[in-house]
């Protein structure tokens, strides 16, 4: 074996690129990962909410000394019209419902941590300019000036993968598959505020899904998670139809602050961090190729982030791909894997993970289609509680007559039941 080429060099540390580095670096194998940011952890936006069931897989038991925030024990949908909302809520105590709200930095620098631990070499600070490409297979990464051998390179760039698209071995990023999300995280005195303002038992956490008139018909969603002693308040919005709407994204995300039933979450609290980054939710039908010639994609980079509307899940899926990732090599054993060999990733992806995926193939296009989840119904279910609940001077509306009402304001009721029940079928 050649001592300068590595077994393989992660481009990359985040969820993706740190679950493949900790893998093979307790199997044993001499992996790099480089990352541009000055710590693993400075240059990541999420939500969010992680499924932990990724975690456990990388790190068995030992994910529960992961600085995770709180477990999810109340779900709260919420239909948002300008000023109101009408909210579906779930309190999960007796559930295991194995979801966690994370703040990245904190998580991936632990992660980065265990990975070094467990023997890999993590260099921050360092961007990789280029990959080295040659007779058509990928040998290694140029990075500051250096040249860096490996026998598989294994892109966790992100959204983004540069790398990959320049040398033409990736399909371009098509907007229609990308959304832009915005968050703001607020810092309170203590976790008992935080349990007050989410009205949940002390230490428990909460996540608020919710859409409506604050994405002012396009398509897309806001979010707002407890954390130990903060709250991450943000939004994802379809890239095309923001752009097409004219409206600048931070009078979007003021409008996300402002509203009465968000605002309670936040009010109060100090703004101790705010940022913007881009969410792939393509689907199914628009993910790339996830290896060639001495390389394998992971993450966001391989578009495996999904977005149903109620949940966005990419964080599971990174750690997961990462997982399947190293395995192959690990599988492969010792020296230069096959493009072939390298095919057997895919092939993993597809008995695992892919399967989401696929059973949710049409979400995308149907939410992205769908204008009135985010104008009409919300509308509706609004005025149809504020009838429920009205008490005036007149005789009372039966609860029968009301609800025909609000179908009535439906333009097409049929067209309508039929679209909803597709979006079941899809989501
Ligand atoms: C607003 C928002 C909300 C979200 N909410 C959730 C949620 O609640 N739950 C959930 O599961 N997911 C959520 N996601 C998605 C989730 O954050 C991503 O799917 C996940 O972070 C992807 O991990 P990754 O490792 O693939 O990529 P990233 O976390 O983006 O990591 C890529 C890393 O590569 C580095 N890098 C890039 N190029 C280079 C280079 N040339 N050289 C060196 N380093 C490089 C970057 O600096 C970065 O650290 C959300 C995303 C956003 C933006």
């Known amino acids: 074996m050649d001592e300068d080429v590595f077994d393989a060099i992660v481009v990359g540390g985040g969820f993706a690129g740190l679950s493949a580095a900790y893998r093979l670096a307790t199997a044993g194998r001499s992996v790099l990962l480089i990352e541009r940011g000055s710590t693993c952890g400075a240059k990541n936006l999420t939500g969010g909410r992680i499924y932990s069931h990724a975690l456990r897989a990388l790190l068995g038991d030992r994910w529960q000394e992961a600085p995770v925030q709180r477990e999810v024990k109340r779900e709260v949908l919420a239909l ?201 939710e393509g689907g199914y039908d628009t993910l790339p190729a996830f290896s060639g010639d001495g390389w394998l994609v992971c993450g966001d980079a391989a578009g495996l982030c999904l977005n149903r509307g109620f949940t966005i899940r990419g964080m599971d899926y990174a750690v997961l791909s990462g997982i399947a990732a190293a395995d192959t090599l690990i599988e492969a054993g010792p020296g230069r894997p096959s493009a072939q060999t390298l095919a057997g990733y895919g092939d993993r992806l597809d008995r695992g993970l892919l399967r989401d995926f696929r059973a949710t193939r049409g979400a995308h296009d149907w939410m992205s289609s769908t204008t009135d989840l985010f104008t009409v119904y919300p509308r509706l279910a609004v005025d149809t509680m504020a009838a429920l609940y009205h008490v005036g001077p007149e005789p009372l509306t039966p609860v029968g007559t009301t609800l025909w009402r609000a179908a009535r304001q439906l333009r097409k009721p049929v067209r309508t039941a039929r679209t909803l029940l597709k979006g079941v079928r899809t989501l």
Request: negative net charge.
């Open 80 to 280: 948002l019209t300008e000023t109101d909302a009408v909210t579906v809520e779930s309190t999960l105590t007796s559930a295991q419902q194995e979801s966690y709200t994370v703040l990245a930095t904190p998580l991936l620098g632990w992660l980065a941590a265990e990975a070094e631990q467990a023997g890999a070499m993590i260099v921050t600070g360092t961007t990789v300019d280029s990959l080295i490409v040659r007779d058509g297979r990928v040998c290694g990464v140029r990075a500051d000036g250096d040249e860096l051998e490996a026998d598989v390179v294994i892109d966790c760039e992100g959204i983004n993968p540069l790398l990959l698209e320049r040398e033409g071995l990736i399909r371009r990023l098509d907007p229609h598959a990308v959304a832009v999300g915005a968050k703001y995280v607020y810092r309170f005195g203590s976790s008992e505020e935080v349990d007050r303002i989410f009205g949940v038992r002390p230490g428990e956490g909460a996540a608020v899904l919710g859409m409506g008139a604050v994405t002012q018909g396009v398509f897309g969603g806001v979010f707002c998670y407890a954390n130990t002693d903060s709250v991450s308040l943000g939004l994802v919005l379809d890239s095309v139809g923001w752009k097409a709407s004219g409206r600048p994204i931070l009078d979007t995300a003021q409008a996300l602050r402002e509203h009465p039933a968000l605002a309670r979450y936040v009010d109060g609290g100090e703004l101790v961090e705010y940022g913007a980054h881009l969410v792939y």
